[in-house]
């Protein structure tokens, strides 16, 4: 079974920048599309980014497009999320998720990790 381990929130001020990480225990990620999901207090959790299991594609939502880049190291089974220019509205706890490329099986999740933005 696969664990994820997100790190690298943390509190900022406006137009500062942090890089999220999420390393995967208990299996390899070569055969998972790899995303980012937000979850800010009393809204539902949402999706910021994506790269798929050969790394020919991301995907990102409109308001992160431009600040945000999502990467990954399959021989470090890793993923993680640049942003930069942060703003007080991606103030959220930041999930890494892990879906199998053949659509097969379970999605796993990790619990987060918080990023305060203040203005």
């Known amino acids: 079974q696969v664990q994820l381990v997100e790190s690298g929130g943390g509190s900022v001020q406006a137009g500062g920048s942090l890089k999220l990480s999420c390393e995967a225990s208990g299996g390899t990620l070569s055969t998972y599309n790899m995303g980012w999901f937000r979850q800010a207090p009393g809204k539902e959790r949402k999706f910021v980014a994506a790269?798929?299991?050969?790394?020919?594609?991301?995907r990102y939502t409109n308001s992160v497009k431009g600040r945000f880049t999502i990467s990954r190291d399959n021989r470090k089974n890793m993923v993680s999320l640049q942003m930069s220019n942060l703003k007080p509205e991606d103030t959220a706890v930041y999930y890494c998720?892990?879906?199998?490329?053949?659509?097969?099986?379970?999605?796993?999740w990790g619990r987060g990790t918080q990023v305060t933005v203040s203005s």
């Open positions: 790269v798929n299991w050969s790394q020919d594609s991301t």
């Open positions: 998720n892990a879906q199998p490329e053949n659509g097969l099986g379970p999605d796993y």
